[in-house]
């Protein structure tokens, strides 16, 4: 749980999309810890496009807000010069004994939120930096390790916590939240129609004396429930999702440090963001155009043009999407958006 964060999900109406198709056992899906799983090595989404985006400059001060396994960070320092600076963050204790694989005098990692960039830069004596990163997503080994508990592939503690040294795990909220709440988790932040079902599920099992502690056992209490779900999609997809989102506060995350980006970013700097999800894009595109169109006064007011508004973001361009050939070689990427913009002049 994040400080000064509601922990009671927002209320949205959303509609989501139609589901047909009937549901076949889980069980193939399911692999047990026992059995060695696989890791898929981690490819980092739109890496030439993202580092491309913030226009690096030799000399600048970079963010990468969250370092992964550290395929953007390792580009941007390859554009960097002498006197160049690069700052990345992670909650992921993996993602932090990665780093240390990087020795770079240039370099600093920070194990952090990137909710908290102003207080941990202000830390290191940072108060401007010359273009921030942002990449949305969860890492394959995150998805991958079994241990983690992110995904229903594998009968493993429900845990999906991005930082394991804080915070509720999956298995904990559940044990403790109630009906209405986990329903508004899993229809707002997993846009799943039959939330409702779902949430009465899982709450009835957990009533009876079962608690639910595994990836497996709930992702078949979730099969039970959904009747119908979209072709090739596993039915608890949305339920895991919108927990892992509510787990980590990923959406209250974005709108805490947006704001800060804002304040960091010096003239001229960019502002790259990667998301996977409606929400989290539906924000960021909003961020951007409420500082990009500031002029919202009552047509004809009388007033001098110097007066104005002045925006303190310009979008550059449309939104990016993986080529063809990424999503080939890396089906993950096929729902990255990414989106840049520019801070102004104005201050």
């Given at each position: 749980?994040?400080?000064?964060?509601?922990?009671?999900?927002?209320?949205?109406?959303?509609?989501?999309?139609?589901?047909?198709?009937?549901?076949?056992?889980?069980?193939?899906?399911?692999?047990?810890?026992?059995?060695?799983?696989?890791?898929?090595?981690?490819?980092?989404?739109?890496?030439?496009?993202?580092?491309?985006?913030?226009?690096?400059?030799?000399?600048?001060?970079?963010?990468?807000?969250?370092?992964?396994?550290?395929?953007?960070?390792?580009?941007?320092?390859?554009?960097?010069?002498?006197?160049?600076?690069?700052?990345?963050?992670?909650?992921?204790?993996?993602?932090?004994?990665?780093?240390?694989?990087?020795?770079?005098?240039?370099?600093?990692?920070?194990?952090?939120?990137?909710?908290?960039?102003?207080?941990?830069?202000?830390?290191?004596?940072?108060?401007?930096?010359?273009?921030?990163?942002?990449?949305?997503?969860?890492?394959?080994?995150?998805?991958?390790?079994?241990?983690?508990?992110?995904?229903?592939?594998?009968?493993?503690?429900?845990?999906?916590?991005?930082?394991?040294?804080?915070?509720?795990?999956?298995?904990?909220?559940?044990?403790?939240?109630?009906?209405?709440?986990?329903?508004?988790?899993?229809?707002?932040?997993?846009?799943?129609?039959?939330?409702?079902?779902?949430?009465?599920?899982?709450?009835?099992?957990?009533?009876?004396?079962?608690?639910?502690?595994?990836?497996?056992?709930?992702?078949?209490?979730?099969?039970?429930?959904?009747?119908?779900?979209?072709?090739?999609?596993?039915?608890?997809?949305?339920?895991?999702?919108?927990?892992?989102?509510?787990?980590?506060?990923?959406?209250?995350?974005?709108?805490?440090?947006?704001?800060?980006?804002?304040?960091?970013?010096?003239?001229?700097?960019?502002?790259?963001?990667?998301?996977?999800?409606?929400?989290?894009?539906?924000?960021?595109?909003?961020?951007?155009?409420?500082?990009?169109?500031?002029?919202?006064?009552?047509?004809?007011?009388?007033?001098?043009?110097?007066d104005l508004p002045q925006p303190k973001l310009v979008s550059l361009g449309r939104a990016i999407r993986p080529s063809a050939e990424e999503v080939k070689a890396n089906p993950r990427s096929r729902s990255a958006v990414l989106r840049v913009a520019e801070r102004t002049l104005v201050i």
């Amino acid at each position: 749980m994040i400080k000064g964060v509601d922990p009671t999900p927002p209320i949205v109406e959303l509609s989501p999309k139609s589901a047909t198709g009937h549901y076949a056992s889980v069980n193939s899906e399911l692999t047990s810890t026992s059995k060695s799983a696989a890791i898929m090595e981690h490819t980092t989404v739109m890496l030439s496009e993202a580092v491309q985006a913030l226009a690096v400059k030799s000399d600048g001060i970079y963010i990468d807000g969250t370092f992964g396994r550290g395929g953007h960070s390792k580009k941007i320092l390859a554009q960097l010069g002498a006197n160049g600076r690069l700052i990345a963050f992670d909650r992921d204790l993996s993602a932090i004994e990665s780093s240390k694989t990087i020795r770079d005098a240039r370099f600093s990692m920070v194990h952090s939120h990137f909710s908290q960039i102003k207080a941990k830069l202000a830390e290191l004596n940072v108060y401007k930096v010359d273009g921030i990163l942002l990449d949305l997503g969860i890492s394959s080994p995150q998805i991958d390790e079994a241990s983690r508990g992110f995904s229903f592939r594998y009968d493993a503690p429900l845990d999906m916590r991005m930082d394991q040294s804080s915070g509720q795990t999956a298995a904990e909220y559940l044990a403790g939240t109630t009906m209405q709440h986990l329903e508004g988790v899993i229809k707002n932040y997993g846009e799943e129609r039959f939330a409702k079902q779902i949430a009465r599920a899982i709450i009835k099992e957990r009533d009876d004396g079962r608690a639910i502690s595994t990836t497996g056992q709930l992702a078949k209490i979730v099969a039970g429930a959904v009747t119908r779900f979209e072709p090739g999609q596993n039915p608890a997809t949305r339920t895991f999702q919108a927990l892992r989102i509510y787990i980590n506060q990923e959406l209250e995350e974005l709108s805490l440090t947006m704001p800060q980006c804002l304040e960091l970013l010096s003239p001229k700097g960019r502002l790259a963001v990667i998301s996977f999800h409606s929400l989290e894009d539906r924000m960021v595109k909003q961020f951007i155009r409420q500082h990009e169109d500031v002029d919202n006064l009552p047509t004809n007011f009388p007033v001098r043009a110097a007066d104005l508004p002045q925006p303190k973001l310009v979008s550059l361009g449309r939104a990016i999407r993986p080529s063809a050939e990424e999503v080939k070689a890396n089906p993950r990427s096929r729902s990255a958006v990414l989106r840049v913009a520019e801070r102004t002049l104005v201050i």
